[in-house]
C-alpha cells in the first residue's frame, strides 16, 4: 500500500545534538511537508518542497534545515540552534496541479523530546 | 493571507449526540477547504474537502459539512457521535492560486462521553 513512513517514532535529544527525522513517500507526490504540532496551536509550517533540489522556508523555518534529494524522501533535520525542539513534528505529502488541491497524505508522526 | 479559526478549543458531547464543530476562514481570494481528523500519537486524516460544486459535501464515517461563502464558514456535523469519535479536528484551507499550501485552524477537541 502507498503512503507516508515517519521514523523514528520517538526520539530522544541531548542540548547542543543536532537530530535528523526521516520521512519517506510511495505516492509518486511531486511536494513535500514538514509541520511542527504543540499542544493547543495547531500546526505550523517549517519547510516544504514542490520538486526536487528546491524547497522553501515555511513560517518557523528557523533552527531546522532539510534536503529533497529524491522525490520519495524529504529529511529534516533540528540542530541545535532550535531552542525549543520538543514537539510533534508530521511530515506530508500531495500532488501539485495547477488547478486544484486534493489534500495532504500526512505520515503518523515523530515524537522528538529533550533531554 | 489566509486564517482559519476554530472557534471551540474543546466540545464535550454525550453518546448518539448531534456534534456541530465550527471553522471560520478569512481569504482575499477563492479557497479550498478541508476537514481532518486526529487520533492520539498519529497523524493527521482527511475527513471531507470542498473544492467546487455542492456546497454540502460529504466525507467519511458519517461527517459532513456545508460551506457558506457570504458567512466564510465550513462547519463539520454529524448527526449521531460514538465513543469512538473522539479525536481532535482540525480545519484548514488553501488558496485556488497557490493550492499546494495549507493553512490550519487551531484544531477542536470532541470528546463524546457515554
Known amino acids: 500500500d502507498g503512503g507516508i513512513t515517519q521514523s523514528p517514532k520517538y526520539l530522544f535529544r541531548k542540548e547542543g545534538q543536532n537530530v535528523t527525522l526521516s520521512c519517506e513517500q510511495n505516492l509518486n507526490h511531486d511536494a513535500m511537508y514538514w509541520y511542527r504540532q504543540d499542544p493547543g496551536q495547531g500546526l505550523r509550517l517549517i519547510y516544504y518542497s514542490q520538486i526536487v533540489n528546491d524547497f522553501q522556508k515555511g513560517d518557523i523555518a528557523e533552527g531546522y534545515s532539510v534536503s529533497r534529494e529524491k522525490k520519495e524522501s524529504f529529511p529534516l533535520t533540528v540542530t541545535s540552534a532550535q531552542k525549543n525542539p520538543t514537539a510533534f513534528y508530521l511530515c506530508?505529502?500531495?500532488?501539485?496541479?495547477?488547478?486544484?488541491?486534493?489534500?495532504?497524505?500526512f505520515g503518523s508522526g515523530t515524537r522528538l523530546t529533550v533531554v | 493571507a489566509q486564517s482559519v479559526t476554530q472557534l471551540d478549543s474543546q466540545v464535550p458531547v454525550f453518546e448518539e449526540a448531534p456534534v456541530e464543530l465550527r471553522c471560520n476562514y478569512s481569504s482575499s481570494v477563492s479557497v479550498y477547504l478541508f476537514w481532518y481528523v486526529q487520533y492520539p500519537n498519529q497523524g493527521l486524516q482527511l475527513l471531507l474537502k470542498y473544492l467546487s460544486g455542492s456546497t454540502l459535501v460529504k466525507g467519511i464515517n458519517g461527517f459532513e459539512a456545508e460551506f457558506n461563502k457570504s458567512q466564510t464558514s465550513f462547519h463539520l456535523r454529524k448527526p449521531s457521535v460514538h465513543i469512538s469519535d473522539t479525536a481532535e479536528y482540525f480545519c484548514?484551507?488553501?488558496?485556488?492560486?497557490?493550492?499546494?499550501?495549507?493553512?490550519f485552524g487551531s484544531g477542536t477537541r470532541l470528546l463524546v462521553r457515554p
Open positions: 484548514a484551507v488553501s488558496r485556488m492560486d497557490s493550492s499546494y499550501k495549507l493553512i
Open positions: 506530508a505529502s500531495s500532488i501539485v496541479t495547477g488547478t486544484a488541491n486534493y489534500g495532504y497524505t
